[in-house]
């Protein structure tokens, strides 16, 4: 890829779009010329990146002549639509939605994780799903110093992750419950005020929801573990824009707490955040706007043989999405 | 005990205690007379019982005098310093605290699970962490089903769980963070509106915190498996009165989920809330004033060989407390 590239967003009006710009701009990732598309809806808008106004134009198959680089964030649909468009133009696409990710001809990256599949692209690179990206961060290392034989994990995931619009429902159904107004249901099934729920995702075959699956399968293709042991519980939580994880996993070779934290506290992409005296441990609130993903409340498992267990939390928007497409597209640079 | 006992509530103004009024008057629990009890601070306040009011008067040592039966839930001190003289009294104490728990002298009952325990009271008869009653209730018709070998859950604890100032603090919060100013925090401390946090109990020796080793020791104990193999991750999420639990099991005999949900179906106690097709299932919001456990996302956990897991909501309050107190007090009207 060219040094400075032009680069064009997908989506740059969404809530994953909008932090695309805001981390394009905070990284100094080299941009020559950036276009902004978005569905008709958006054409006209106005958004600002490094002191210049630039206008959203409505997304077409000849959007994407002389880009070298198209961040898409707008769905799986319009991905499946417009990226062979990109691709043909010449661009290389990093695609935050789930179209292609199982693809074995398309490498799906985390950078601390995997960022080496990413030799082997053919025109686009996939960003996983945001509670595989938060998950595999603080597990692969211990993967690779104990092999992991089973992860079991149960979610805590925000409303960004539905969008801008859930995050806005969140906000609006909880003013109206606190008013004792009824909780106005748009974009969620149920209500998100005061409540939690099972993640809004068609429940497959084989019991677990399409949001579990993906974690399920997106974490084997990237650890290059087909048959990896999850077992995975997704929930939606009313917090607004990061995802916590409640994770046990039983490894190969004994790992004590010690030697895990101490290996997490090198590790890229990773802080530490385990302070039992003042029990102070990672929170949503504090992992929303940082890159790092916050790992802590590390102890033996006593219910297995070499079991240990965390808590977890990551920026859905940064880590779990924006950040990680930005991290890739740095390396396409590098190489 | 007397077929219309006099009954005591200490602890009269608590969120628990408020529930135990109302269980008793719903559930038509016979009472000849009763006495609200609570710290100095309340003396006074009046209450409603069945169309009268009754004024709360401040605990004293010689409050159980006549008193047939007392439901303690003013906390563990209250519940170690007034317990003795209430028994000496001639009263049988239903304890909410954690005071007597563990104690191999005093029973710690969930009626659904070992009623039969409480014929050996000595006059204390406890009642569990409300997070442990509300995973029993599913679990032991599943345990006696298939025999449950591990037990791995992480749990959704709702603000009621740290009383009714924790209620009103995750609303003034959620307010004041909609309003753009700072959480203020007085019963929690970390900020619970929007956020979840690792529960706010000493964290101990095992790495584990109260609250969790609660939930292992009760449930061994009232399984009798006292090496019953748990692991437990306590969060707080801001949900105000019912508790969630994603819960992870592997039994002795393969359980099928449709085998699961048959069981479930007929177990007291229990309410099966499964239906894939609609994305419907426990949800807090709905378990919250009701006495049923919801149970439901029943399906095979495919990283363990005989793995079952399945999410739950019940009440904080009710079964988690107040009803189970008022259940151990009608098993000890009909013995």
């Not at 994953?16 to 020559?32: D, I, S």
């Not at 249901?185 to 084989?206: D, R």
């Amino acid at each position: 890829m060219k040094k400075t590239p032009n680069v064009a967003i997908l989506g740059a009006t969404g809530a994953v779009g909008v932090e695309v710009l805001k981390t394009l701009e905070r990284r100094n990732f080299p941009v020559r010329e950036l276009t902004l598309l978005a569905s008709g809806r958006s054409e006209g808008k106005t958004m600002e990146f490094r002191g210049r106004k630039l206008t959203v134009k409505a997304v077409t198959p000849s959007s994407f002549a002389g880009v070298d680089l198209a961040i898409f964030s707008a769905g799986a649909t319009r991905s499946r639509e417009f990226a062979p468009h990109a691709v043909k133009a010449g661009a290389i696409v990093v695609d935050n939605s789930s179209a292609f990710r199982m693809d074995p001809a398309v490498p799906l990256v985390v950078p601390e994780v995997n960022g080496a599949d990413l030799l082997r692209h053919q025109g686009i690179v996939a960003n996983p799903n945001c509670t595989a990206a938060i998950l595999c961060v603080p597990l692969w290392p211990l993967h690779r110093a104990a092999k992991i034989r089973r992860i079991v994990v149960s979610t805590y995931q925000s409303a960004s992750g539905a969008g801008a619009k859930a995050m806005a429902e969140l906000e609006s159904q909880t003013r109206d419950v606190l008013d004792g107004k009824p909780a106005k249901k748009e974009v969620f099934p149920h209500q998100i005020a005061f409540n939690v729920f099972s993640h809004n995702t068609k429940v497959a075959e084989n019991g677990f929801n399409e949001e579990e699956n993906k974690v399920i399968e997106e974490t084997r293709k990237m650890f290059h573990e087909p048959e990896l042991a999850i077992c995975v519980t997704c929930i939606r939580v009313p917090v607004l824009r990061a995802h916590s994880e409640s994770v046990v996993i039983e490894t190969e070779r004994e790992l004590t707490p010690d030697e895990a934290r101490e290996i997490l506290s090198r590790a890229p992409g990773v802080k530490v955040v385990d302070d039992s005296a003042r029990n102070y441990f990672p929170m949503p609130i504090e992992a929303g706007g940082i890159g790092e993903v916050l790992v802590g409340r590390l102890r033996k498992d006593p219910s297995s043989l070499r079991g240990l267990a965390m808590f977890v939390a990551g920026d859905q928007l940064l880590k779990g999405a924006a950040l990680n497409a930005v991290q890739i597209a740095e390396m396409l640079l590098q190489r």
